[in-house]
């Protein structure tokens, strides 16, 4: 750990800590009574606490973000050449890495064609609605602006965001929220018992979720529907991978429609799953992606809404009306240390093989996850993409009554006490909050997920 820092500079840290910042995801009156954690230091997968205590970090900086590890001076040094060249500049110009960066993303995504930048996860998601909602108001006098969302699936924390957003506990008491986003059923097969469309397994339960979200457009009408918004795994919902041919059906769907298909890769995006984006596993072919997290790995924040090349003419058929364009600007779209790194970060990922690893290890803890349920009758399912992972918890395979929300939380404290940081899915249907999540960096060794899953195969017995 840094031995630059005093213990006496520590504990004014830790003071000034719980006296002044409003931390995010936390119970504030357990806040007051529990244990402060300051993060000091990250190398590689792990991180190091002002105790000076080491952790492996198996969900990437607590939110699936730091896909190509701690401490990765190549990317410092290009955030910090740039900056000094030229940190920022906004509005219609251009930059060299933002010019640069955009043409190797669009590299990797074909069919697609045009980055717009921005800050956050959320802040891409709106971009796209506004898009949305313009082409409606541009194409069908303003009717086909409806936005059609999952339950269960996440896009943000604004307003606009939460108004297509599946989950209880991040939407509860912030209504109300904007009009025109109607939400479809999930695609959680494990839970398919719950929805009422009998005993579906695997690809007759995908056509039936995807078919379920036709029946939606028909009740709403086709044509107020103006796009769906879908994550390829949903990620904080439960780390839902849908069966084979969902995605199929849903690009039939949208094209049978005129509907456009926006997917939020925040999560999923750039190498997480094992492809450079999630929805590259099922042959779709969207209209918006929208991405965050990994983009830079967290060394600067970068958020772009990417479309295609359909989308961005429906911007400029009218070039005498002064009105006729995204009317749109985000300050901060203009820092060139986000490009500046999120280039590098993409070098790191191609020349280290990090996708290769990630499918790899993923199919490896995939493997490690599951033999967890011959000796913890606790574990339901253990599902995954890539090094994308979660467990769901419960109380009796047989009904599949999910785990209480208590006990799960005790594993990731004991799995916490065991060394290693893992993470839960939040209550996005209430009663729900019962898997455990995990997303190691992309460099995980074989090693790296022994000591993850030893952890957790300690922590199931310490509990239960
Ligand atoms: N979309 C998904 C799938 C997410 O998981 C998140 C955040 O976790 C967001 C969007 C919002 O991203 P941000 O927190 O950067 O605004």
Request: aromatic letters at 8%.
């Amino acid at each position: 750990m840094d031995g630059t820092l005093t213990q006496n500079d520590l504990s004014h840290v830790v003071e000034a800590d719980k006296a002044h910042v409003w931390h995010h995801l936390v119970q504030h009156k357990q806040f007051e009574t529990s244990d402060p954690k300051i993060i000091v230091e990250g190398k590689g997968m792990r991180v190091w606490d002002q105790t000076g205590r080491e952790q492996l970090d198996a969900v990437s900086g607590a939110v699936w973000t730091v896909n190509v590890g701690y401490g990765r001076k190549s990317i410092v040094d290009a955030i910090s050449e740039q900056l000094m060249k030229l940190n920022y500049y906004a509005g219609a110009a251009g930059s060299i890495p933002g010019a640069l960066f955009a043409e190797k993303l669009i590299d990797k995504m074909p069919g697609m064609s045009r980055v717009y930048y921005c800050n956050s996860g959320s802040e891409a998601n709106e971009k796209a609605f506004k898009m949305v909602r313009q082409i409606a108001h541009k194409r069908y006098g303003g009717k086909k602006h409806k936005i059609l969302y999952r339950e269960r699936d996440y896009h943000g924390t604004t307003i606009a965001a939460l108004s297509a957003g599946g989950q209880e506990e991040r939407n509860a008491q912030y209504g109300p929220f904007a009009p025109g986003f109607v939400s479809v059923p999930h695609c959680l097969e494990y839970r398919a018992g719950d929805q009422g469309w009998g005993d579906l397994s695997g690809e007759a339960y995908g056509q039936r979720a995807a078919d379920a979200i036709e029946e939606v457009i028909l009740r709403e009408g086709p044509d107020t529907v103006g796009a769906l918004c879908l994550e390829p795994v949903t990620a904080g919902g439960g780390v839902i991978v849908p069966p084979a041919g969902y995605w199929q059906r849903v690009q039939e769907i949208c094209r049978k429609y005129d509907i456009l298909l926006h997917i939020d890769e925040v999560v999923c995006g750039v190498g997480r799953t094992g492809t450079w984006f999630g929805y590259q596993h099922y042959g779709v072919e969207p209209d918006f992606v929208t991405m965050a997290k990994g983009v830079a790995s967290g060394y600067a924040a970068i958020a772009c809404c990417v479309t295609n090349e359909r989308v961005f003419d429906l911007f400029k058929d009218d070039a005498s009306d002064p009105m006729n364009y995204f009317r749109d600007i985000s300050t901060f779209g203009g820092c060139t240390a986000g490009p500046a790194a999120a280039l590098e970060n993409m070098r790191i990922i191609e020349d280290e093989k990090l996708l290769e690893n990630t499918t790899n290890m993923g199919e490896y803890m995939l493997g490690q996850l599951e033999a967890l349920k011959d000796k913890h009758a606790v574990v339901g399912e253990a599902r995954g993409k890539g090094l994308f992972l979660g467990a769901e918890l419960v109380t009796d395979r047989t009904t599949r009554e999910p785990m209480d929300e208590k006990r799960t939380a005790a594993v990731v404290a004991e799995v916490n006490k065991r060394g290693v940081i893992i993470g839960m899915t939040n209550r996005s249907i209430p009663g729900y909050n019962n898997t455990l999540c995990f997303a190691p960096a992309l460099i995980a060794t074989k090693d790296d997920i022994d000591q993850i899953v030893e952890a957790v195969d300690g922590a199931l017995g310490t509990v239960f």
